[in-house]
């Protein structure tokens, strides 16, 4: 899933200084089960801001609706009615669905409430690690299941660098070295043969937005 | 027999001698000077120097330009690029600018990561690691062509090296990730410090028996030691590093004013071990911030004079 966390809520604050009334929108999703953005995480911000504004004796009323995502046009569509009751929008949802939400919604200043950390996994109730930076070129196959470009510190396709120490990263010795763990993994299933040869440069063309269409579909003529 | 790239390193190791490299940290400013003082001690002394990029993601004169000034002062430099700060892009610029200016030797290197230095908030760029670093520079050598596979004019010919560190976990995995680097294309290696003696005797015998070291050399990284607090910092802070307790307790054994003299003789006792060792082709001297010491460890380790090949 997504993980975020909640700005602060000086900047959050900040950001909706001049507006008298703005309709906080929850995302039911990813964000919702890393505890950043769902129904709850709404009602705790609205609440907040509500009484911060009341002490600076410049009031906000505060709306709220989260939807079952912001990234899918489908649930967007019960914002349509309630957007021009409010002077602005704050959306909770990841940086995907904020920009959604905000293509649709053109003429409403939309504003951030989370940042937007990674694609990770939920290793207990509140604590998240990444595990994924989409590539768009999966090696897990040959890593024994262990990604280099998110668990090594430099991304490397060939490791271990020399600085593995005793297992840990160079970086921080609570980190574990990843290509120590691919080597271990690989070791054990007997298939170090998958890391003998050296992997070319990688095609990186992830700074230009990617689109994804699945065999058998395509972009609509008018999305 | 045709040289790859014709440097001063590449000669002396293609004759048969037993190599015997630097090491120069470019300084923390823009003063020329700083740099040519420290080349002065290694004149005469090395077969080539090696000049650091960024070394502990600090910022410093940049390598190439630092290399430019030993090469005025007629020293060879041995042009070291990390893979942090530059793309493909700025790479292989850098590699084309170094070679059109006199550069023969280059040491391919990952580089520490960026979080260690002065600029913990850079984004690190490894847009390639070391090893395909190795291989770009190859190509761009043997091919004549860029990482594109685009046609070249002009062939930077580079004496291509990199780093290994026999001492890093996992020790088994590590004569494999040489060989990788020779696949790749490189001509020699140099190692990390090396402290224990019987890791490394291990680490040299493994690579014999898999006949890499027939196909590049190797040149044994050797760092004296100044004081037991080096010794001690090295063998906790330094990540990589692998220093026995018995190099710190002959340290400490020398008496007050003498640590220093004993981490040199610690040196050349190295340094006359490995010109026995099969496998080691010589050996590279990092006298980190002791360039001046130089002279007198090059004497006491008997590697003077420095063959001359035309």
């Known amino acids: ?223 | 027999m045709e040289l790859k790239s014709g440097s001063n390193l590449e000669k002396v190791l293609t004759a048969g001698h037993f190599a015997f490299t630097g090491e120069l940290g470019p300084p923390r400013g823009a003063d020329a000077a700083e740099v040519r003082e420290k080349a002065e001690h290694l004149k005469g002394m090395v077969d080539a120097v090696n000049i650091t990029d960024n070394q502990t993601a600090m910022v410093r004169m940049s390598s190439w330009a630092a290399s430019l000034i030993l090469l005025q002062e007629g020293l060879e430099p041995n042009f070291q690029m990390v893979c942090r700060d530059r793309n493909r892009l700025a790479m292989q610029a850098d590699i084309l600018g170094a070679y059109a200016h006199g550069i023969r030797n280059m040491l391919c290197l990952s580089g520490d990561h960026q979080q260690f230095g002065d600029h913990p908030q850079a984004m690190g760029v490894f847009d390639i690691d070391s090893m395909q670093l190795i291989s770009m520079t190859k190509q761009m050598r043997d091919e004549g062509t860029f990482l594109s596979g685009a046609e070249l004019h002009g062939v930077p010919k580079m004496f291509i090296g990199a780093a290994a560190n026999p001492f890093a976990e996992p020790f088994e995995w590590r004569v494999h990730r040489l060989g990788k680097k020779i696949a790749a294309g490189v001509d020699f290696i140099q190692t990390q410090c090396i402290y224990n003696m019987e890791r490394f005797r291990e680490w040299v015998k493994r690579a014999n028996d898999m006949g890499l070291t027939e196909k590049a050399y190797i040149l044994a990284g050797v760092t004296p030691m100044k004081s037991v607090g080096m010794a001690k910092y090295m063998k906790a802070k330094v990540p990589g590093m692998d220093v026995p307790d018995e190099i710190i307790k002959r340290l400490q054994g020398a008496g007050k004013g003498k640590v220093a003299d004993e981490g040199i003789n610690i040196a050349c006792d190295q340094i006359e071990e490995f010109k026995e060792m099969k496998g080691v082709a010589g050996v590279h001297l990092m006298a980190i911030e002791w360039e001046h010491k130089v002279p007198e460890i090059a004497e006491r380790a008997k590697v003077l004079p420095r063959p001359q090949i035309d």
């Open chain 1, 1 to 223: 899933m997504i993980v975020a966390k909640r700005k602060p809520f000086e900047e959050i604050k900040s950001m909706i200084k001049d507006y008298k009334k703005v309709l906080n929108v929850g995302c039911g999703t990813c964000v919702a089960v890393c505890l950043a953005g769902g129904e709850k995480e709404v009602d705790v911000l609205n609440a907040e801001l509500d009484m911060a504004r009341k002490l600076e004796e410049s009031p906000i009323e505060l709306g709220k609706i989260t939807v079952e995502r912001q990234c899918d046009r489908e649930y967007l569509e019960t914002l349509d009615s309630m957007v021009d009751d409010y002077d602005a929008i704050l959306s909770m949802a990841c940086g995907a669905g904020i920009q959604f939400l905000a293509e649709r919604f053109a003429h409403k200043p939309v504003f951030p409430g989370v940042d937007t950390s990674f694609i990770g996994i939920n290793q207990d109730v509140g604590w998240y690690e990444e595990r994924c930076r989409s590539c768009n070129s999966c090696v897990l196959g040959m890593t024994g299941g262990i990604c280099p470009v998110t668990m090594c510190a430099k991304g490397l396709y060939n490791g271990p660098c020399g600085g593995t120490n005793q297992g840990s990263c160079e970086i921080h010795k609570d980190q574990p070295c990843a290509w120590y763990m691919i080597y271990e993994r690989l070791e054990r299933q007997g298939r170090l043969d998958s890391i003998m040869d050296v992997v070319p440069a990688q095609d990186w063309r992830n700074q230009t937005p990617r689109t994804v269409i699945q065999p058998g579909y395509k972009k609509p003529e008018a999305a």
